[in-house]
T-cell receptor, first 114, second 112 residues
């Protein structure tokens, strides 16, 4: 069975500060890893994905994440937060492919202070 | 690209009534997923289809829930009879081949 742990439910940063959202996963096989963002009253939008190859993955809106197998982590970062980044962020794992069953973490709400 | 289309966006109904949620996946996508989102349990996969065939329905909470996909462009999730604990946001997502899932905007369901 696979699982995702997102520690904490809320992160607050100042505009222009570094954003770091943590994600740890458990999977019995090489995982496919994803970060999704959810704005209020909307569905989930894919930020970035890791399948194979380069462990540093770049996504939309300046976000990136690094797959670290030894730490079973896939933390999401952005060098400089913008007010528009305020949203809920979900990490997800799949063990059989990007279009098969996803297991999501609980999500982290990011607030950005002016 | 019209995206995944869900209807209705909001549904308020009384306990015991039948509820039907609808989803139109992105044209050409061959996998369709139904998720439920609540504060307590987060995002849970209820069921998913591949080429219109249900592959995994282990997340369907009980017999009151049923899902169908009669063709590649339409799916329904039905709750009968509905209960207050079914109140949640229900998302449909679709994907093609080994590409990531695209989500609809969800149906916010309230059972009184």
């Amino acid at each position: 069975a696979q699982s995702v742990t997102q520690l904490g439910s809320h992160v607050s940063v100042s505009e222009g500060a570094l954003v770091l959202l943590r994600c740890n996963y458990s999977s019995s096989v090489p995982p496919y890893l994803f970060w999704y963002v959810q704005y209020p009253n909307q569905g989930l939008q894919l930020l970035l994905k890791y399948t194979t190859g380069a462990t540093l993955v770049k996504g939309i809106n300046g976000f990136e994440a690094e797959f670290k197998k030894s730490e079973t982590s896939f933390h999401l970062t952005k060098p400089s937060a913008h007010m528009s980044d305020a949203a809920e962020y979900f990490c997800a794992v799949s063990d059989t492919g990007a279009n098969s069953k996803l297991t999501f973490g609980k999500g982290i709400t990011l607030s950005v202070r002016p | 690209d019209a995206g995944v289309i869900q209807s209705p966006r909001h549904e308020v109904t009384e306990m015991g009534q039948e509820v039907t949620l609808r989803c139109k996946p992105i044209s050409g996508h061959n996998s369709l997923f139904w998720y439920r989102q609540t504060m307590m349990r987060g995002l849970e996969l209820l069921i998913y289809f591949n080429n219109n065939v249900p592959i995994d329905d282990s997340g369907m909470p009980e017999d009151r829930f049923s899902a169908k996909m009669p063709n590649a462009s339409f799916s329904t999730l039905k709750i009968q009879p509905s209960e207050p604990r079914d109140s949640a946001v229900y998302f449909c997502a679709s994907s093609y081949s080994n590409q990531p899932q695209h989500f609809g905007d969800g149906t916010r369901l309230s059972i009184l």
